[in-house]
């Protein structure tokens, strides 16, 4: 409904998280040849054991000799990676760039950092980093003039900054908070419980969560919570998680004496969020299942004195056949965004009885109906409903009353993303940011009854914006269809060809790509580099049927878009094949893995970051299970054939001379388990692909790239700058 609860973005189960953390990853650099042929040549690989392993899928025998290497734990794996780990290392060592992109990215990150405030119990929460702590701080204050106090520091969990703050829920009085934190990386979370007077922990401790947030009772009494199973001895990073469970714990009880909530023992793919509503009637239960968009809604009615007294769940709808989003519960009408027979999105209104029972779905009626822009938000602040679109990636916002009459928009400062608008159904404001490519974050205050918006923070950082500029232009694609792309770089660009060129891209699971600053960005534009941000299929930002292009047996679409950008920014001298780099991470990392083999001859440089690289095998790991919704599964014989025609791993093409390619992964990620990465790698150094380097850098106690601690971010990302600065022969001052 709002997400003043949440110290994180929203949850993606399939591999949009990871979106949001490597989205700042790409940019650009200076021009020149390949990378020193003596360095190339003379690298010299960790032998990797091949293995007697083949699969028939549907009467097709494939041969999987690394699949040894999938599990992380053997000593054997152990040792590959400590001996990847020594070569590539020597190789970045010996780069005479990697001491000034790093001292160059360091002086750009450290900026001071603002999350987005929201308000719960008479206090104002939100975070801060002053610029080169390892995690955000999280701070409040009774209201926005007083000196803010520390709530939490995760910087005091740990010793390296590996422990992250994963979210956090407020209690109704303000005087309690729930709070998740995560080591290394890793997608489990624990829940604490927090005293915020006396800034102490409560005893009360919450094991096996993952991808879950927690709603208090208005009662302040407890609060709801999904977790699983704790997982086998040896397997909480690459076990499967089903059969997710919603719960409610009391404060001072033990976690083994929870309530059990809601639970499906015949559908092990379902999964629960709770969110209780404002008035505190009703618990909202999202029933998700995969990383579609698609889910379920259930409504659990609280008791007349706003705690939990064991009710059971309420099935509003079970069909998995749109998405339905609450934004408010006005009285007893339940307001939901939703794409139903709307694949661009609407706002509908469900009239519920005393018993909390929903009429029959025709009786819904359309509030705000679908217009030509995507609706990828809503939530209801100060009585208004508050509407965020996309217009060709870049965010407009509507502001509703509640009969769905529009009433006025909101002034953002120029073409970029805004996102935030979080709140209660009363509450007189509400907070957003705003970004682009060229702008680092601000926050601002938005006056629910006037409109009126007030500059709460804004960035200091050493980005000088005025010598840069951006713009959006669009690109047709191998079949005809139109995407806009976002280019930044210095003011004066001369279009003559010669301009290193950083393009990154995502293309699933409905997330949008839109424009923001990120510290690689910046450093790459100052390195002389232009930074390109494509917008693909697959994604979120023109909905639903956008989305539903770019997935299953129309995956390469996705691939096909990314090379049009590709060739567009060739065709239009902003640079050349052997200046022009491609990086994302996640999907966007099996994106670049697939280009690179569609079209190794494109590109000078590649950074595939936690990639899916087997197709064939990703959703026999933890949460993998949940991507076939955009992927299809290799058990299905048409789907199989799609997957094998582009997994990269399958595709890799020996006697072809191929970029410089970079692979990144984490030794904890648990999300897309690095196997992906070791055995993309280990096919990759075995063929014949030319001398261009062929490495794998592992991050230790680290994961898929949420609460990575500043160290580290600012080590991986500045090796990925300088390793294509290197292969571009670019002199980094």
Known sequence: MHSRLSLTAALVVGLGAAAAATAQTAQTAPSAPAAPASAAQSLSYPATRKVDQTDDYHGT?????????????????????????????????????RLPTRKLYTELYNFEKYGVPYKEGGRYFWTRNDGLQQQAVLYTARSLKDTPQVALDPNTLSKDGTVALTGGAVSRDGRLMAYGTAGAGSDWQTWKVRDLEAGKDLPDTIEWVKFSGASWTPDGK????????????????????????????????????????????????????????DDGRLGLIHVWKGSGSKNGLMLLPLDGHGGYAGAKPIPLTLSFDAEYSPVVLDG????????????????????LDKDWQARDPKTWTTLVPETQDALTAASGVGGELILSYLQ?????VRIHAPSGKHVRDVKLPGIGTAAGFGGKWKDPETFFSYTSLTTPGEIWRLDAKTGRTDLFKRAQTAFDADQYESKRVFVTSKDGTKLPIFIAHRKGLKLDGSNPTLLYGYGGFNVPMTPGYGVTAATWMKMGGVYVLAVLRGGGEYGASWHDAGTKLRKQNVFDDFIAAGEWLVANKYTQPARLAINGGSNGGLLVGAVTNQRPD????????????????????????????????????????ALLAYSPLHTIKSGVRYPAILVTTGDHDDRVVPAHSFKYTATLQAADTGPAPKLIRIE??????????????????????????NTFGMDVK
């Open 602 to 641: 494109l590109f000078g440089a590649a950074v595939p970051q936690v990639g899916v690289m087997d197709m064939l095998r990703f959703h026999k790991f933890t949460i993998g299970w949940a991507w076939t919704s955009d992927y299809g599964v290799s058990e299905n014989p048409e789907e199989f054939k």
């Open 700 to 725: 230790t106690q680290a994961g898929h790239g949420a609460g990575k601690p500043t160290s580290k971010i600012i080590e991986e990302r500045a090796d990925i700058l300088a390793f294509i600065a």
């Open 392 to 396: 060709d990636a870049s965010t407009l």
């Open 61 to 97: 025998r494939v041969a999987d000799p690394y699949r040894w290497l999938e599990d992380d734990n053997s000593a054997e794996t152990k040792a590959w990676v400590q001996a990847q780990n020594a070569v590539t290392d020597k190789f970045l060592g010996a780069m005479p760039q």
């Open 332 to 351: 007893q009408r339940l307001i939901v965004k939703t794409d139903k027979d709307a694949p661009r999105g609407r706002l509908i209104a469900i009239d």
């Open 222 to 277: 407890g609060f709801f919570y999904s977790r699983y199973d704790a997982p086998k001895e040896g397997q909480a990073l690459t076990g499967a998680n089903y059969f997710q469970k919603v719960y409610y714990h009391r404060l001072g009880t033990p976690q083994s004496a929870d309530a059990l909530v809601a639970e499906n023992p015949a559908e092990k793919e379902w999964g629960f969020n709770v969110e209780v509503t």
